[in-house]
């Protein structure tokens, strides 16, 4: 079972910046995509940012410049920095991880709170 250990989350004042972290274990196959999605309350779950394994990164034009999303491919973890975060960022963000396997299976974080508000 693979297992996603988020962190980072928190209150932020506009203009400022926060860290995210998800490291992924459990698995035994390789991992393709891996990445945040945010939501709302009142809205869909939306991409943040995804690396998958061979193409380029995957960002949300709104948070484009603005947010950086590195992984790590031996250790399974990845890092999003947000900065100069706006209140519209302000969501619920989730970790999220597909595998390199014939059912692709996909894999959530429980989420982490991030609030931008002065």
């Known amino acids: 079972q693979v297992q996603l250990a988020e962190s980072g989350g928190g209150l932020v004042q506009p203009g400022g910046s926060l860290t995210l972290s998800c490291a992924a274990s459990?698995?035994?196959?390789?991992?393709?995509?891996m990445g945040w999605y945010r939501q709302s309350p009142g809205k869909q779950r939306e991409i943040v940012a995804i690396?998958?394994?061979?193409?380029?990164?995957n960002r949300l034009d709104s948070v484009e410049g603005r947010f950086t999303l590195s992984r790590d491919v031996v250790k399974n973890t990845i890092t999003l920095q947000m900065y100069n975060m706006k209140p519209e960022d302000t969501a619920v963000y989730y970790c999220y991880v597909q595998l390199v396997n014939i059912r692709q299976d996909e894999y959530w974080g429980q989420g982490t709170q991030v609030t931008v508000s002065s």
């Open positions: 690396i998958s394994r061979h193409n380029p990164n």
């Open positions: 459990g698995t035994k196959f390789a991992i393709g995509d």
